[in-house]
């Protein structure tokens, strides 16, 4: 069980709440990358450890789209299917993925390495079409380069540099409290090229100051009303 596993990582994460049942989002996302993905035993496992009700574990799987209560693969690939990437290339790009890995939407490929997911906007309109693999984002992804993204993700995974599904690298299992980063602070992840590298946003440059005017000057007889003018 992960209590007796992980207790140390797990009282880590806890000891930084006021109050259990706030750290049930980093436990569940630590339980999902020790199982691959959340059964009603890991579900369970995790209320207990917190001393809540199962339902209510349950209802937060539920709720958010990155727990899965049914087994991934190491990528999970989601695409993003809304108007933005619609219009340059979405449809083709979740095509080829399909053609490529031999699997319909929501289905694993048969090595286990990829599961296919569309989704709803990604928040990177400007970088469409867009790929997000595990918490990964990787932008510009045409039907041309589908083969060379599955290509760079296997690679990524074979040198243990695969994020787990909950944003977790391998190597961080071996930091123990260390390694908890990923799952246990809300913090920014860069996006990523193919090939895993650090992807900068593009630079954007700002507006020009306007010019600046000088007022016009009143007229003599502007002047004179506005000083005959009644407070």
């Known amino acids: 069980m992960l209590l007796q596993t992980q207790q140390a990582e797990i ?5 930084r709440y006021a ?3 706030s750290a ?4 569940l996302y630590l339980a999902q990358d ?3 993905y959340l059964s009603p035993e890991a579900i369970r496992e995790v209320a207990e450890i917190l001393e ?3 339902t ?3 209802e937060v799987v539920g709720f958010y789209t990155l727990f899965y209560d049914r087994p991934v693969g190491t990528w999970m690939l989601q695409v993003c299917d809304d108007v933005p990437c619609c219009y340059v290339g979405a449809e083709e790009l979740i095509t080829a993925l399909k053609a490529t890995l031999g699997i319909k939407e929501d289905e694993t490929s048969a090595d286990g390495m990829f599961t296919l997911q569309r989704v709803k906007c990604l928040a990177a309109c400007d970088r469409a079409p867009v790929v997000q693999a595990n918490l990964d984002y990787i932008y510009d992804v045409t039907a041309e380069r589908a083969e060379e993204l599955l290509a760079n993700l296997r690679t990524r995974a074979a040198e243990a540099k695969a994020r787990g599904v909950s944003g977790r690298c391998a190597e961080d299992y071996a930091l123990g409290a260390k390694g908890l980063e990923h799952i246990a602070r809300e913090a920014p992840y860069q996006p990523r090229a193919f090939d895993g590298s650090a992807s900068p946003a ?3 440059t700002p507006p020009a100051a306007p010019p600046e005017t000088a007022a016009p ?3 003599p007889e502007v002047a004179k009303k506005h000083e005959a003018s009644p407070l």
Do not use: M
């Not at 049930?24 to 436990?27: G, I, M, S, T």
């Open 56 to 58: 209510q574990v349950f």
């Open 11 to 15: 009282e880590t994460i806890i000891g």
């Open 217 to 219: 000057a009143a007229t």
């Open 52 to 54: 809540l009700p199962p």
């Open 19 to 21: 109050s259990k049942r």
């Open 34 to 36: 020790a199982y691959g």
């Open 202 to 204: 593009p630079k954007l």
């Open 24 to 27: 049930v989002l980093p436990l």
